[in-house]
């Protein structure tokens, strides 16, 4: 299954390459903006497209040949995030992809994986009677969080 993907009435399960790195939160505009001037990120009629969670802690001790040299403590880095986004099956488009995540990281060894997936990719039917898509309730998800920082 994983080789070949399907579809569904609504949409198309295709095999991308799912990109997921970790970073500094304030490294990540910075990368992925040397990403994005290797591909779009394209996703139907949207670009730019990437996960990126909540800050985390990262862990990790420098050893010898670090460029912070060897150390015998634990390090305990907060403010590190992972993001994610999906790439087509284009091996030399990953390679150069990596490439650029590595030059704009601020780390000696980043943390960069690459896993095969399948993804879902809407075919764009008319779905303007869904009662379950944002436009259907709330309106436009960007005024109604606007509108409630403005009240608090």
């Known amino acids: 299954m994983i080789d070949s993907g399907f579809e569904t009435t609504s949409l198309r399960m295709t095999l991308l390459l799912l990109v997921t790195f970790q970073a500094p939160a304030a490294d990540v505009d910075r990368i ?8 779009p990120l394209a996703m139907g009629k949207y670009d730019r497209n990437a996960y990126q ?7 990790y001790r420098p050893l010898n040949g670090a460029a912070a040299g060897a150390e015998t403590e634990l390090r305990r880095r907060p403010g590190t ?21 590595f030059q704009a990281h601020s780390y000696q060894e980043p943390v960069i994986r690459i896993q095969p997936i399948l993804a879902s990719r809407s075919k764009g039917l008319d779905d303007r009677a869904n009662p379950n898509r944002w436009w259907n309730t709330t ?14």
Do not use: C, N, Y
Not at 53 to 59: C, L, N, Q, T
Not at 81 to 101: N, T
């Open 32 to 39: 992925m903006d040397a990403v994005v001037a290797i591909v």
């Open 53 to 59: 969670s909540a800050h985390g802690i990262e862990r």
């Open 81 to 101: 995030v992972e993001v994610s986004f999906e790439l087509p099956d284009d091996q030399a488009l990953a390679a150069r992809v990596v490439e650029a995540i």
């Open 139 to 152: 309106g436009d998800w960007k005024k109604v969080a606007a509108s409630a920082t403005e009240t608090a």
